[in-house]
């Protein structure tokens, strides 16, 4: 046991430097003045490197060994959290320092430069820097592959949602390949035969839609003794359990931005705040991966905050905070504004149908980059063809082309599918909250919405990563990852 | 010179992780919340205790000697830097760890006690805590005083004034001690006879106030792309050179709290945007200590905002931004107000004149504390004796007496006379800086302070820790430090 211990003792000096490095990330996007950008860097690069030395030394690697050898004599949370340990120690410590080294500081330099690319949409202006950092991507993708013992995207895939195959999603996105552009086309079609919509017309000062944020996020059960919600560029959730802070940003033309980034990012603070108590500073206490994080905000955003019934509640509740009059403001209008479906060329700004066409496209094309099956200078084409057949439409530029995502310019590789995975395991949690108790869809309509948090706590938060996310969802539904539940969804909310 | 290139680059890891907990401080006092104590407890003891290994390590001790045999190879900067390097090294590696970290316990502990039994007013719940505190302590400075060859409590007053002698304070105290009694006799009188102050009547709003604040940092030279100004429960200026944030709080029914507290809080400021540059990383690019921090701030608080000079730029920005009319509102009252001298019980609510008198009270209590002349169970007789000695009142109660100060509850120690020095210091940087232009004085009633901040700049912000405190003062006043000058500020102020 003594070995098992004193890796206790080391993940929460991890757990410390980790969470002063979320405080200081959360404090550079929300109150920062410039002049703290270059020492903010330096703060988070000598973190950083510190939290590495400490997790990678061999005498760490040698306690895991010792711990797995006496496994035995662990109860199950303790055998999860040695699991969990062992492979953020494998991520981190296969690679040498000096490669992951580098990849931090090409990552930085081709964001920068991204930043510049995109605004002047120039893609030769970038491509050379993000071809660096590909480059270390493969190489790392590939040493990582070989410790773990699967693929090179695999390997990535594991640091996003541990244990997921690309195989699997491989099944699941060919099929939603093959229902999707049709799908699109006949909710598109069905919607504009449907009786217009009544645009949402005023000004909405930034006071009230702060005061609505709130009340929202009150009725959802975030705990502002524990918690925040401020202002960013882009909407977020940082800190950790104890201390969740969540951002959005305020558009006085349309309060629906900010609402719908809140409700999307109070998943997430829920999720971070019912984590296990008992090992908030341990590995297994930590949020199960990307898919499963995902799973939870867009279980609030799509599932819960677009539903007929949500808007029997929220409507008096918007028309009161925001002093809304007139036919605008029914619930059946709000409802037609927050499912409107039609494709579109930017995928933060998608709607739920499309969106996971984004994602395929992207899916698609990381993987063949990382596999050396396609390169940076392919970009551009593969973008065209792909939007074109995905979603029967040509991008107008590469700025809302393949440079309009962050993710692969620090490296990112095998995040986008968790996206996907996350708004499947959404439908699926959704639908077994929902066929558990009549309480919960009841309180959503009444503005109640504790029945589901429990639901969701006992099921999925208070499980931290004790189990994999395949195993997670499994449990709480009777199901792994089931790609037709979410269809099921789809068709019956928007062809219903 | 490799092994002094080696330090530099120790001590930029150093700094990192020292600005890193700036920020988690900044943080905590302003915008987090409750439910995030104890994780930020964690995280901050972990980057000590990482900031602590890190410096004391033997191998630091090693670069240090190596260094300083070959120091003719160093110019004066990196010469300075290296004895700033040695002596902090001296003041960690010097107390053994588990002392130290006893200490840190401890004194949390004793914090926490202090907050409730001074709500409580109950010195025996205080006693037992602050006894183990001072044993510590003691303990501590005794080690100190051995490595650094001078006496305990010199060595305490080290570590906040670099290479200040109690000699030289009790000396001055001395002084002052002989001065200061009769001297606010005789201002009571004079005022008692003076014609009467106008109170300022009104509600100010917090909105309004802030726009006078912030109207006030500018013109002072405040650059809020390299900093912030918010609200906390105690006004403190945090951050670092680039990101340097001053906090003040708001009092509706006296807005004069909130802005001498932002005048305050922006002479310290001003010093830590203007370090230098070049040095910013390393310990010599750092501020020179307490009683010279002390000086920037009460000199401008003090020595220039609560000026016949000041008042007439003061009252028309005052009298415009909050809407202020009648005879409270010329600058003549406005000066009265703020220079308004009386015995008080509260060390933070004194006026100019009998704040030196809480100092010296505390001064030679703490010197008695050390040296094990007086114990923490005396502490209450003493506190009563002193107070009618030196203001000739009695507190009223041990909250309102010894009890009121944080300071003591965590070990500092040798902290309280920096803030007469400052006083005194800021006095005779003031009277060489009017001396030096008639552009000065002559800004600072038309609202233009860059005269007064380029002096300030050019002889004290920038020269970091190059100097001493007393060589710094002496190259730009002539002088070391001076309680005439200060004295002759008093009586020309008070009873001229």
Excluded at 15 to 43: C, F, Y
Excluded at 336 to 365: F, M, N
Excluded at 476 to 492: C, P, Q, R
Aim: hydrophobic share 35%; aromatic share 10%; with cysteine.
């Amino acid at each position: 046991m003594e070995s098992y211990k004193t890796l206790e003792k080391v993940c929460r000096k991890l757990n410390d430097i980790n969470q002063a490095k979320a405080a200081l990330h959360w404090d550079m996007s929300v109150t920062m003045p410039a002049g703290g950008a270059e020492a903010r860097g330096h703060q988070l690069a000598t973190l950083t490197s510190i939290h590495h030395a400490i997790l990678s030394d061999d005498g760490v690697g040698e306690l895991i060994a010792k711990a797995k050898s006496e496994e035995n004599k662990l109860d199950d949370w303790q055998k999860a959290n040695l699991y969990e340990i062992g492979k953020t120690y494998n991520h981190t410590a296969s690679v040498p320092r000096k490669l992951a080294h580098e990849l931090t500081k090409e990552g930085i330099a081709c964001e920068m430069v991204w930043r510049e690319a995109r605004a002047a949409n120039d893609f030769n202006m970038l491509k050379p820097r993000l071809e660096k950092v590909v480059k270390l991507v493969r190489e790392i993708a590939s040493i990582k592959a070989e410790v773990f013992g699967c693929s090179p995207y695999d390997a990535m895939l594991d640091q996003y949602d541990r244990g997921r195959k690309s195989a699997q999603i491989d099944e699941v996105f060919d099929n939603l390949q093959a229902f999707l552009p049709d799908f699109i086309k006949a909710v598109v079609e069905k919607q504009s035969s449907q009786p217009k919509i009544t645009e949402l017309k005023g000004l909405f000062p930034v006071e009230k839609q702060k005061r609505l944020a709130h009340k929202m996020l009150e009725t959802i059960g975030f705990d502002f003794t524990r918690g925040r919600l401020d202002e960013s560029h882009h909407p977020f959730c940082g800190g950790y359990p104890g201390d969740v802070r969540i951002t959005t940003r305020y558009d006085e033309n349309n309060f629906l931005s900010a609402i719908m980034g809140v409700q999307h990012e109070a998943g997430h603070a829920m999720y971070e705040a019912n984590l296990p108590q008992r090992w908030l500073s341990q590995p297994v206490g930590e949020a199960r991966g990307m898919s499963i994080h995902e799973s939870q905000s867009l279980l609030l955003e799509m599932q819960v905050c677009r539903s007929k019934e949500f808007m029997e509640f929220a409507t008096p509740l918007y028309r009161d905070t925001l002093g809304g009059k007139g036919k605008a403001w029914t619930p059946e209008n709000l409802y037609a504004i927050c499912t409107k479906v039609g494709p579109s060329l930017i995928r933060v700004d998608a709607d739920e149908v499309t969106y996971p066409a984004h994602i395929l496209l992207r899916y698609y094309i990381e993987k063949y980059i990382l596999s050396g099956d396609m390169e940076v200078a392919d970009l551009p084409d593969a973008w065209a063809q792909g939007m074109e057949k995905f979603l029967g439409i040509k991008p107008d530029s590469d700025k809302n082309g393949c440079m309009q995502d962050i993710h692969w310019m620090d490296g990112s590789f095998g995040y986008f599918p968790t996206y996907t995975l996350g708004a499947i395991y959404a439908a699926q949690l959704f639908k077994a909250a929902r066929e558990s108790s009549p309480a919960i869809v009841e309180g959503i309509s009444g503005g109640d919405f504790a029945p589901l948090m429990g639901w969701l706590k006992t099921n999925v938060h208070e499980h931290g990563c004790r189990y994999s996310s395949e195993e997670l969802v499994q449990k709480a539904t009777g199901k792994g990852l089931d790609v037709e539940i979410y269809k099921e969804h789809l068709k019956a909310r928007y062809l219903g």
